[in-house]
């Protein structure tokens, strides 16, 4: 069974500031893809950054990037110079690679970006 | 390209009513999953359809269905409902091969 953990259900940064998310997940399956996806009041689900598990690099898209340790299960997600558009819930997600699209999410971090 | 729409956006229906919701995936996929959204239980994975045959199925009882049509529009529909039901149910886009999802604006079901 696949199942991932975000142990922060609240968190909030200064609007320009720095801010990580954690997220743990435990699986038995090789290969794999982790996404962060973020939710905002409007409520459509919107792909934040995705991650191969065969890759070692970090993935990075602008201001988010994420530290992937595979060893210890850990897909942690960094926004840099956070910004008021960056309020939402964000929901990281795994997925398989050989078994169909189906995800398995998170509980969620609800992030505040304050002014 | 147009995105992932769903119909209708907001539904209102009674217990023991059934209720048929659509989505229409980007241009060119052929896999189309739903999840229910609920405060309680989070997003939860229904089911998966590709080229007009379930691929996986999540742990919902029999009373939540769906189909795959030939152009890949997806039909969920969910008989005798219960007050339990009432979620954003969002469904995502998907390639040929297991790759990035792109969900839909859902649609909000209030059973009453």
């Known amino acids: 069974a696949q199942t991932v953990t975000q142990s922060q259900p609240e968190m909030s940064v200064q609007e320009a500031e720095t801010v990580t998310l954690s997220c743990t997940y435990d699986?038995?399956?090789?290969?794999?893809?982790l996404f962060w996806y973020k939710q905002p009041p409007s409520r459509q689900m919107i792909l934040v950054i995705r991650?191969?598990?065969?890759?070692?690099q970090n993935a990075t898209e602008n201001r988010f990037s994420v530290n992937f340790q595979k060893a210890a299960k850990s897909f942690s997600l960094k926004i840099s110079d956070s910004q008021l558009g960056d309020t939402a819930m964000y929901f990281c997600?795994?997925?398989?690679?050989?078994?169909?699209?189906?995800?398995?999410f998170g509980t969620g971090t609800s992030l505040t970006v304050i002014p | 390209k147009a995105g992932v729409t769903q119909t209708p956006r907001y539904l209102i229906k009674t217990r023991g009513q059934q209720v048929t919701l659509s989505c229409s995936p980007i241009?060119?996929?052929?896999?189309v999953s739903w999840y229910q959204q609920t405060p309680g239980q989070g997003l939860q994975f229904l089911f998966e359809?590709?080229?007009?045959?379930?691929?996986n199925k999540g742990n919902f009882p029999g009373r939540f269905s769906g189909r795959q049509f030939s152009n890949s529009r997806s039909e969920m529909n969910v008989s005798t409902l219960e007050l339990g039901d009432s979620a954003l149910y969002l469904c995502?886009?998907?390639?040929?091969?297991?790759?990035?999802?792109?969900f839909g604006p859902g649609t909000r079901l209030t059973v009453l």
């Open positions: 699986t038995s399956e090789n290969n794999y893809y």
């Open positions: 991650q191969e598990a065969y890759k070692q």
């Open positions: 359809y590709f080229s007009e045959t379930q691929r």
């Open positions: 241009s060119g996929h052929r896999s």
């Open positions: 997600a795994f997925m398989p690679r050989d078994t169909g699209n189906q995800f398995y």
């Open positions: 995502a886009s998907g390639g040929v091969v297991t790759d990035t999802q792109y």
